[in-house]
Antibody, heavy 120, light 110 residues
Framework: QVQLVQSGAEVKKPGASVEVSCKASGYTFTGYYMHWVRQAPGQGLEWMGW????????NYAQKFQGRVTMTRDTSISTAYMELSRLRSDDTAVYYC?????????????WGQGTLVTVSS | QSALTQPASVSGSPGQSITISCTGTSSDVGSYNLVSWYQQHPDKAPKLMIY???KRPSGVSNRFSGSKSGNTASLTISGLQAEDEADYYCCSYAGSSTLVFGGGTKLTVL
């Protein structure tokens, strides 16, 4: 069965960077786009961008351009999301979510979420 | 990309029907039939309920249905059940392989 298992919670200071991983299993990793979505405490969902694990191509939401980097390691079927120059309002649960076949923007499979807390 | 507009909350009694609206613009909801809806229970990951405006993934109850008119998409839940109480989010394609979510709607089953 398809599983997306994310790395554990992180606590970072303002200005630092954080990297969240998402290990995929149960399907061909390179066959499906991986998206990242975040949710601040008590707030709604916010789309951050996607990576094509097949060729490493990426597309980021304008809001995160210059601060986010999405990568992948196909040898271990893992996607990564790095967010730099962290601010307190980056405190959120970060989810990876697998697309349907092709690029559709619909997510049937989600990771369990990773809480990133930014605090001095 | 501005978030799509959803009502903050809706409520209904068991057995009733409710509709949640999701208003975007001609650059997102109005231009593409690529609207989806997610259900999220507290401290859980979202669950896909509707995609491509009105399609249901396997396993989703037919009590959930979607529609779209102009720049506004809607999610209707019929025969409300206690387990439907959750937050609901719409999401739309916004061009250039980007997506935008709505602000979310809290559904209370009275």
């Amino acid at each position: 069965q398809v599983q997306l298992v994310q790395s554990g919670a992180e606590v970072k200071k303002p200005g630092a960077s954080v990297e969240v991983s998402c290990k995929a299993s149960g399907y061909t990793f390179t066959g499906y786009y991986m998206h990242w979505v975040r949710q601040a405490p008590g707030q709604g969902l916010e789309w951050m961008g996607w990576i094509n694990p097949n060729n490493g191509g990426t597309n980021y939401a304008q809001k995160f351009q210059g601060r986010v980097t999405m990568t992948r390691d196909t040898s271990i079927s893992t996607a990564y999301m790095e967010l730099s120059r962290l601010r307190s309002d980056d405190t959120a649960v970060y989810y990876c979510a697998r697309d349907l076949p092709g690029w559709s923007g619909f997510y049937y499979y989600w990771g369990q979420g990773t809480l990133v807390t930014v605090s001095s | 990309q501005s978030a799509l507009t959803q009502p903050a909350s809706v409520s209904g009694s068991p057995g009733q029907s409710i509709t949640i609206s999701c208003t975007g613009t001609s650059s997102d909801v109005g231009s593409y039939n690529l609207v989806s809806w997610y259900q999220q229970h507290p401290d859980k990951a979202p669950k896909l309920m509707i995609y491509e405006v009105n399609k249901r993934p396997s396993g989703v109850s037919n009590r959930f249905s979607g529609s779209k008119s102009g720049n506004t998409a809607s999610l209707t839940i019929s025969g409300l059940q206690a387990e439907d109480e959750a937050d609901y989010y719409c999401c739309s394609y916004a061009g250039s392989s980007t997506l935008v979510f709505g602000g979310g709607t809290k559904l209370t089953v009275l």
